[in-house]
């Protein structure tokens, strides 16, 4: 008796095949992880502490939905600006005390950059490009200082989720953005006196400057988003409560002390007489 099999079964068994290797097919499909989660965004701000557990034990990269969002939001507000400084004049509208005793050279100087600041390339183009650099950089220093700071204090998490962590942590900035930018529009002026540091006292020295960079960094946004990446931290399950927030406040306090320096250096670079210098 013949045992090959017949025509018929032949036919079953590749059917069944393609079944299943379009079933496995559809399967990896859906189980791909997703990169935008433009859905957490919400649940971010009103559950944190559900949301970034879901973005600790998140398969792969996270970051990108909260990163374009910041982007966008930042733009919106660099556009608002720059709008009003030109609708405002812009450039620099005051005069410096002793222009009068300046050389006819030096005038000239100082008027060709008043004009240079009011061109449509230094009200848009540059402070958006210096905008979008400073949240990619702002990310990624947090990012390698918090996945320093957990190594540092004995966690053993991936580095990738530290990096989700931290994009998700800035969420408050963009909320600052679309407040300021509703500002903007309402009052039509430039936005002063950033932070606290209206609180810092105005004696024109070298520490009276220091103070009012420092609290100029400082504000609730500041703080909330202190607290959200506190929530990343704790998600992540490697650290103690305690250890968890040693972790997050050393991360903010070497990022404001890099803010400060940079500050800091921006400012003596502003007081240069002639030329005066232009995140």
Known sequence: MSSDPSPSCLVLGKVSAMNETSIAETTSESEKPRRFHFDWLLPAVI???????????????????PIVVLMALALARV????????ATGGGINELPPDFQYWSPDQQA???????MTSNPVFV?????????????VSWLIVGGLLNLSMALFGARGGGAAIMNLAAWSFIPFGVRDVVQTIALIATQRPIQGA????????????????????LGLIDLYVIWHVILLRVGVGATGGLSSGRAWASTLLVMFLSLAGQMIIGFI??????????????
Do not use: N, Y
Request: charged share 5%; proline share 5%.
């Open 109 to 115: 100087q100082f008027q060709q950059a008043a004009a």
């Open 79 to 86: 556009m608002a600006a720059g709008v009003i400084q030109q």
């Open 195 to 214: 932070g606290l540091a209206g609180f810092a006292p105005a004696d024109g020295g070298i520490l009276s400057a220091i103070i009012v960079i420092a």
């Open 47 to 65: 559950r944190p502490r559900k949301t970034f557990e879901q973005i600790a034990h998140a398969p792969g990269s996270v970051w990108l939905a």
């Open 266 to 279: 921006g400012l003596q670079l502003s007081q240069l007489t002639v030329g005066r210098f232009f995140f």
């Open 124 to 136: 848009f183009v540059f402070p958006a490009i210096i905008t979008v650099l400073t949240i990619w």
